[in-house]
């Protein structure tokens, strides 16, 4: 792909199904765009509400149909000798593999779960103004899991001290449950840009960490 332009558009999330087409993981576009060049995987695209599925060269192909009647629906990458839309889905035609059951627990996934919410006050803070709070403190007890992790802001959390939520007189906005799928990838289904991936995740546990 010498000669691409716009870096950006190459960080572009891609979701990719394995050969019996059950979402795996989500790549950049720049590492779709290498597996496909290599024949190792297909586009999956959307089109009339049925699937169909595109090699590379077929997929550049009708870049120019793209372009005339849906130009508004792709990221689009130029070269000196093309343009051609970055694929939203694509298949990886000889790996069957299926994801592993289980969603990390780590500060990323607690900050996507939680939305970036305050889980005492309810409001929502940048990463670098949240904590992570143990509900019930590890000093008496408390499990360092899911259920007793919640995004807290600095104020609250000092608030808090090492109380629990009742003897600190305060309550959580909601319960803390374990994701069953992961959270990140939950947050990118309310953006349109990924309606296309919901067939394939709504019925999957989606527990693989982003990687790109």
């Known amino acids: 792909m010498v000669g691409i332009s716009v870096t950006g558009v190459l960080d572009e999330k891609v979701l990719v199904l394995n050969r019996l087409y059950t979402a795996v993981r989500v790549i950049n576009?720049?590492?779709?765009?290498?597996?496909?060049?290599?024949?190792i995987a297909e586009v999956i695209a959307v089109e009339e509400g049925r699937y169909v599925n595109y090699n590379f060269e077929s997929w550049t192909e009708i870049a120019e149909l793209q372009r005339q009647f849906e130009p508004d629906a792709h990221e689009w990458i130029r070269t000196p000798r093309l343009q051609i839309a970055v694929p939203k889905i694509i298949r990886l035609l000889g790996y069957?593999?299926?994801?592993q059951q289980e969603v990390k627990l780590n500060r990323r996934?607690?900050?996507a779960r939680d939305a970036n919410r305050c889980q005492y006050c309810g409001q929502r803070f940048s990463t670098r103004e949240l904590t992570i709070d143990h509900i019930i403190p590890r000093v008496i007890g408390g499990e360092h899991s899911w259920r007793n992790l919640v995004c807290a802001c600095v104020k609250c959390n000092a608030k808090k001290g090492g109380r629990t939520p009742g003897q600190a007189h305060m309550r959580l906005i909601r319960k803390p449950l374990r994701p069953k799928r992961n959270p990140i990838i939950s947050l990118r289904l309310g953006n349109p840009k990924y309606h296309s991936w919901k067939a394939f995740l709504n019925e999957a546990y989606w527990t693989v960490e982003l990687r790109d």
């Open 29 to 39: 576009a720049r590492r779709a765009f290498t597996l496909l060049c290599k024949q």
């Open 109 to 111: 996934n607690l900050y």
């Open 96 to 99: 069957d593999r299926l994801p």
